[in-house]
């Protein structure tokens, strides 16, 4: 599975960005997407997963800092998934990663460990 994020940029505080993934593999909609970021200095965070469950049934989890003002979402026809990121704040500034998680649980998970294919980042940088 290759992943390519695209997206990023700068952008002011209160201002919005869509992150995008493309991913390669013809299971795309069998697994769970995710997105994490770094900031400098710090590890790695959640920010979203997503798993399809069937017909127009997603589940979504959120990192708390991130809830209601994004959303990830995921287009199987396009081997896509995207984080549209609303209301963003300077602590919001960090390389942005998707991951997929192959294996076959239900549901989506926040564990990074679980995640088997990353891809290459993009950056977000919100100024003040």
């Known amino acids: 599975v290759q992943l390519q994020a695209s997206g990023g940029g700068l952008v002011q505080a209160g201002g919005s960005l869509r992150l995008s993934c493309a991913a390669s593999?013809?299971?795309?909609?069998?697994?769970?997407m995710g997105w994490f970021r770094q900031a400098p200095g710090k590890e790695r965070e959640f920010v979203a997963s997503i798993r399809w469950s069937g017909g127009s049934t997603y589940y979504t989890y959120y990192a708390n800092s991130v809830k209601g003002r994004f959303t990830i979402s995921m287009d199987n026809a396009k081997n896509t998934v995207y984080l549209q990121m609303n209301s963003l704040k300077p602590e919001d500034t960090a390389v942005y990663y998707c991951a997929a998680d192959t294996s076959t649980w239900p549901r989506p998970t926040m564990s990074q460990h679980e995640y088997d294919y990353w891809g290459q980042g993009t950056q977000v940088t919100v100024s003040s």
């Open positions: 593999g013809r299971t795309f909609g069998s697994y769970t």
